[in-house]
């Protein structure tokens, strides 16, 4: 049996792979602080819960939903966007839900890419943004993302060419895997940069809610011409603790909503109406779950970036995002650096070069163990480092 030359084009998904180490240790009887995959720790809220199992003892809600929602969901989503962002969303018209953002961003590379076509994607970025253009049939051109241009595209550097075929752009503020907050006018030069080229913008607001220090983010639709252009992916995942109900919605420009609710009816059967009404509990909470699981990362966020400057290692501490993005020690690549982390101390930590080739040169750190482990696996890379010479 031979699968596609698409799969094939794929490499393995980075967490799929090291989820087959950690288990292969973890069999051995190794202790391993996991601070790879952006999983949080900590359960859903409990009226969550709740509502999920209001919703699901009734049979209404056993059928096939539909692709378009329950009116209880998509209201929620217009009003969480007016009172969060000031957006205003039409309920009927540009808002889906998704089964997460990670489904939705690669649907949207097979709704919107022809072979000839690239997607304009961040480097170092979510893996998904080159790989639903590939496993679409079409291809990535890679936007680098430089901490000496606060990891904004340049988008003064796009060739000719590659914006005649740019179909699509990925972005995604405050940023994985580099924990980088939205550069100040990068909305506004996206806006008009897509309007000139035909280009329809993808944000990604997997992490607007998780942000510190008072640090509030910002809708990509709130930008003047926004939804002209673009849509935004919204996640419940990260901020409500939600990573496996499979709860988000796209929103915005109304004939890409339409395109995306048309390539979706024909590849899924949409998000379980229980899940749909405990989505609506989240939303509708005034932004409480978020509130304090921010206040958890951003204690978490300042124990890690103690301990990594104890150890010589110097990191900007990120005002948003579950992660912490360091560089690694000298004489190491990415990988080699990860390898040798797990290895001696059984810590996995993500290599940077994984999300891109700018990525390259730096190891991402998930806050998402409780405090003691995170204490711990600072301490086992202390070891590892003295270890190595460094
Ligand atoms: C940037 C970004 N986008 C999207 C996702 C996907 O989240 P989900 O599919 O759980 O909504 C993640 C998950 O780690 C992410 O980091």
Redesign the pocket.
């Known amino acids: 049996m031979k699968h596609s030359k698409r799969l094939d084009a794929l490499p393995p998904y980075l967490f799929a792979e090291l989820e087959r180490k950690v288990s292969a240790k973890k069999a051995a009887g190794v202790d391993v602080i996991s601070l790879g995959i952006?999983d949080p720790d900590l359960p859903t809220p409990q009226y969550v819960i709740d509502a999920l199992t209001e919703a699901a003892n009734d049979p209404a809600t056993h059928q096939y939903p539909s692709n378009r929602g329950r009116p209880e969901f998509r209201g929620a989503v217009v009003d969480f966007y007016r009172r969060r962002f000031g957006v205003e969303l039409d309920a009927e018209t540009e808002i889906v839900p998704a089964l997460?953002?990670?489904?939705c961003?690669f649907n949207l590379s097979l709704g919107f890419l022809d072979p000839e076509d690239v997607a304009l994607a961040a480097d170092p970025g979510?893996p998904p943004y080159t790989g639903g253009p590939t496993l679409s049939g079409s291809r990535s051109v890679l936007m680098p993302l430089v901490p000496e241009l606060g990891f904004a595209p340049d988008l003064d550097a796009i060739s000719a060419e590659d914006r005649a075929r740019a179909k699509l752009m990925f972005l995604?503020y405050p940023n994985?895997p580099t924990g980088a907050i939205l550069p100040e006018g990068l909305f506004e030069r996206v806006v008009e940069f897509a309007r000139e080229n035909d280009i329809l913008v993808v944000h990604?607001a997997?992490?607007t809610e998780v942000t510190f220090d008072g640090y509030v983010a910002p809708s990509f639709l709130e930008t003047p011409g926004a939804k002209d252009v673009g849509v935004e992916v919204f996640?419940l995942?990260k901020g409500y603790n939600m990573?496996g109900w499979r709860a988000?919605a796209i929103v915005g420009n109304p004939q890409a909503i339409e395109s995306y609710w048309r390539l979706k009816t024909n590849i899924d059967s949409g998000m379980s109406e229980f899940v749909q009404l405990a989505a609506v509990a989240a939303l509708n909470d005034g932004g409480e779950a978020p509130k304090r699981m921010s206040e958890i990362y951003a204690r978490r966020r300042d124990l890690v970036c103690h301990a990594l400057a104890a150890i010589g290692v110097e990191v900007t501490k990120p005002k948003g995002t579950i992660y912490i993005w360091a560089p690694v020690p000298e004489g190491h690549t990415s990988a080699s650096y990860c390898e040798l982390v797990l290895e001696e101390s059984a810590v996995v930590i993500s290599p940077g070069g994984a999300y891109g080739p700018n990525g390259e040169g730096w190891f991402r750190i998930s806050l998402t163990v409780p405090d003691q482990r995170l204490t711990e696996a600072v301490e086992r890379l202390r070891s590892t480092l003295a270890r190595s010479g460094h």
């Open positions: 952006g997460g953002g990670k489904e961003i979510y995604n994985n990604d997997a992490y996640s995942s990573t988000g």
